[in-house]
């Protein structure tokens, strides 16, 4: 019996995963209805409910999520084990899949990864940016990229980029009818453009440091968006103040295109660190990406 349900257990990973038949099928190089038979038979053989279905969604049931909690990483560490197998190829090969944010990607991951995948063209790179913070494990990341104190105790962290800071800007138009803040409450009567963070319930507060004194405040303004991106455009349009990594806006503060304010309360912090599991066996193709990523200063 358990040869008949490891692949049908895979299947049920899939589904749960992906919330959708049809995209666990794409996944699994299958038809639609092949899945959906397969999870119908699992179900009938364990004479449970596994997944509750409607016309527009797919989600596990209480017994459904238990199942998925308790095969979910022995599955995730068989894989690794065969993945690791690839040490005793000639080369090292493989998928590696890193999330990471936009600005982490850009500035940080691409500009090395290019470079690893023209040095090793069997290792392939899946690299997905997301804002928000998303649970490596159960996405089925190898490794994902975040600010070093953001990092999880029970992760292994690597350094892969120097400090950063933090910078407060705006357009010369804007501070034309505005004065400017001069310590962070003052920013309580300025129009600011708020960054939201879906996995951390609403918009990111904007952080400051001076001298080990600590000042997180909420802002409001006009505009709310999702990107880094956006934000400064928005800020060199006018539309209010923007709080952004200061190599973002490096260039437009030297040219006048963007005025920087309250530059003492940002004090360097931590930069970006590649995290992932301390049980999870990598094969040598991730060991290769880790070693391009280390920050040497």
């Known amino acids: 019996m358990i040869r008949d349900n490891v692949s049908d257990l895979v299947a049920f990973i899939a589904v749960a995963r992906e919330g959708s038949f049809t995209r666990a099928a794409v996944k699994l190089g299958v038809s639609q209805p092949a899945l959906s038979h397969t999870l119908r038979t699992l179900e009938e053989r364990l004479g449970l409910r596994l997944l509750n279905r409607t016309t527009r969604s797919v989600a596990p049931t209480e017994a459904g999520e238990r199942l998925l909690r308790s095969i979910e990483p022995q599955f995730a560490q068989i894989e690794g084990s065969l993945n690791a197998l690839s040490e005793f190829r000639d080369r090292p090969a493989g998928i590696v899949r890193i999330t990471a944010t936009d600005h982490a990607a850009s500035t940080i991951l691409w500009p090395r990864l290019s470079k690893?995948?023209?040095?090793?063209?069997?290792?392939?790179?899946?690299?997905?940016?997301?804002?928000?913070?998303?649970?490596?494990?159960?996405?089925?990341?190898?490794?994902?990229?975040?600010?070093?104190?953001?990092?999880?105790?029970?992760?292994?962290?690597?350094?892969?980029?120097?400090?950063?800071?933090?910078?407060?800007?705006?357009?010369?138009?804007?501070?034309?009818?505005?004065?400017?803040?001069?310590?962070?409450?003052?920013?309580?009567?300025?129009?600011?453009?708020?960054?939201?963070?879906?996995?951390?319930?609403?918009?990111?507060?904007?952080?400051?440091?001076?001298?080990?004194?600590?000042?997180?405040?909420?802002?409001?303004?006009?505009?709310?968006?999702?990107?880094?991106?956006?934000?400064?455009?928005?800020?060199?349009?006018?539309?209010?103040?923007?709080?952004?990594?200061?190599?973002?806006?490096?260039?437009?503060?030297?040219?006048?295109?963007?005025?920087?304010?309250?530059?003492?309360w940002c004090e360097p912090y931590p930069g970006y660190h590649l995290f992932y599991p301390s049980s999870r066996q990598h094969a040598p193709a991730f060991a290769v990406v880790l070693e391009a990523l280390r920050h040497r200063a």
């Open 116 to 264: 690893v995948m023209q040095d090793y063209p069997d290792i392939t790179i899946e690299l997905v940016t997301e804002e928000g913070l998303i649970d490596i494990v159960s996405e089925r990341f190898d490794a994902g990229v975040r600010v070093g104190e953001y990092v999880e105790k029970d992760m292994i962290a690597v350094r892969i980029g120097p400090e950063m800071r933090q910078a407060i800007v705006g357009s010369p138009a804007y501070f034309q009818t505005r004065q400017a803040p001069k310590r962070p409450e003052d920013l309580t009567e300025h129009r600011c453009i708020n960054i939201r963070r879906v996995t951390r319930g609403g918009y990111h507060p904007w952080e400051f440091e001076k001298r080990g004194r600590e000042i997180n405040v909420r802002v409001e303004g006009q505009l709310a968006v999702n990107s880094l991106e956006l934000a400064r455009n928005a800020a060199l349009e006018g539309l209010g103040l923007a709080y952004l990594p200061d190599d973002m806006v490096k260039d437009d503060v030297a040219n006048k295109r963007l005025v920087r304010v309250l530059e003492d």
